[in-house]
Structures are given as C-alpha cells and as structure tokens.
C-alpha cells in the first residue's frame, strides 16, 4: 500500500533520520504531520512499520520516534 498525504510527511521525516529518533513535536508541526501526527505514527504502525518510541528525556513530558523497519504490507 502506498503511503500518501501527511502519513507520508512523516514516514519521510523518520527515514530522512536514518535511524536516529526524531521528536514528537517535529512530527505533529504543520510542516510535517499536522496536528494529527502522532496520530499517523498509528496509522503507519497499523501498516507494518516498526516504529520505536522513547521518552525523549526524564524530565519532559514528550516523547522521540524512529523507524526500525519499513516491513509495511
């Protein structure tokens, strides 16, 4: 399934990282996922693709993602 829109922002701005986390603000910015996107980081999860989540730092209140896999059906 091609991946389209803003879902498509954000599996973009997590390979761009190759590997390395990117914050969750950077993908729910209007530049990048919209509002809702965290919310495509669901919706990629859904379609296969292996994203690990991490709290970006004991004292904040946000998390970071990266792609592990692009294992998507």
Not at 23 to 49: D, F, H, I, M
């Amino acid at each position: 399934m091609k991946v389209t829109g803003r879902k498509a922002e954000v599996l973009r701005a997590l390979q761009d990282a190759r590997g390395f986390f990117v914050g969750g603000p950077a993908l729910a910015c209007q530049s990048c996922g919209g509002s809702e996107g965290l919310r495509r980081l669901r919706e990629l999860r859904e379609l296969g693709y292996d994203i690990q989540k991490r709290k970006a730092h004991p004292s904040h209140n946000y998390f970071s993602y990266r792609l592990v896999s692009e294992n998507a059906s």
